[in-house]
């Protein structure tokens, strides 16, 4: 794997963790976008048939449009529930495409905001100070879903990853991970002795 998230890696660097968000996160966005759709389909079915002259209906619906024709209303429900499921589209495409690879060297977040707003980090894994995992709310603790925050040296940056599924063995991994990296860091900086005859 010569390239992750279009970084080149180093000669002796290897992807050894990538996480990714949670399926939660998707089924809790598709779950709004079918609640709004049966909502607004309902409500404008009952709009409808109150405008027709149904027994038994709320009179009060008809207040709301009278000036428009029955056809109108279903091509315009049609039209609210397509761009719904087209945002439900887009917000799973941008909630799947925040990823946080950590390397044999560095940790690589790429975040994602909208369609065509990306941006792409890289640090080194001795500059990462602190590793910690947040879980809040009764709904994490079902899914086993948490925050991961990754501080670096003086805390100049810091990166947040959410909706993560088992955050506490990430933390422990990546700590692991980072361990290593400043052990090797050290190994490295210390003055060799050279004995003289």
Known sequence: MGQVLGITLLPD??????????????????????A?????????????NSQSGSPGLDDSFSAIAPSIKLPDYWLL???????LVVGGLVATFVYSRNELYVTSQRLIHRQT???????????SLEDIEDVSMKREGPWAYIFRLGTLRMSTISDETTYIFGFVGTPQDEVDTIMSMVRRAKHR?????????????
């Open 13 to 34: 660097e290897k992807v050894k963790l990538v996480i990714r968000r949670s399926w939660i996160g998707v089924v809790l966005i598709w779950t709004v976008v079918v």
């Open 36 to 48: 709004l759709v049966v909502i607004l389909t309902i409500t404008w079915g009952a709009i409808i």
């Open 77 to 83: 429900v049609w039209i609210i529930n397509g761009l």
């Open 113 to 123: 905001v909208a369609p065509f707003a990306e941006s792409v980090n890289a640090i």
């Open 185 to 197: 860091g050290q190994v490295m900086d210390m003055p060799m002795n050279r004995h003289h005859r």
